[in-house]
């Protein structure tokens, strides 16, 4: 499985972005997906997840309201969608993997259960 994540940059606070995840490799619609964020020298957090069909999402308490996850396993693209930006939002997203096709608790949330990721996009919120 190889995911390459995409679409991060430099936006003001209030700004919207959408990253990109595209899985190849194998059947996109066997996995449910997540989104995690990192800073240098910090742990790799839970942003986001999905399930293999998108009926069941799952976030971060943190960006509740502001983000939204989503896929379209026609394209095997998954989607993060942030809105209302903050600096605080800034961090290296990378999308995963744990290989299974549902998202189960609490394993979702921590990165030591995934095992495959993206190379990560920068996102930068500055004024």
């Known amino acids: 499985v190889q995911l390459q994540a995409s679409g991060g940059g430099l936006v003001q606070p209030g700004d919207s972005l959408r990253l990109s995840c595209a899985l190849s490799g194998r059947p996109f619609s066997n996995y449910a997906l997540a989104w995690f964020r990192q800073n240098p020298g910090k742990e790799r957090d839970f942003v986001a997840a999905?399930?293999?069909?998108?009926?069941?999402?799952y976030y971060a308490d943190s960006v509740k309201g502001r983000f939204t996850i989503s896929r379209d396993n026609a394209k095997n693209t998954m989607y993060l969608q942030m809105n209302s930006l903050k600096p605080e939002d800034t961090a290296v997203y990378y999308c995963?993997?744990?290989?299974?096709?549902?998202?189960?608790?609490?394993?979702?949330?921590?990165?030591?259960?995934?095992?495959?990721w993206g190379q990560g996009t920068q996102v930068t919120v500055s004024s």
């Open positions: 999905i399930n293999w069909n998108g009926g069941m999402t």
């Open positions: 995963a993997t744990d290989g299974y096709s549902e998202s189960y608790y609490p394993d979702r949330y921590s990165s030591h259960n995934y095992k495959y």
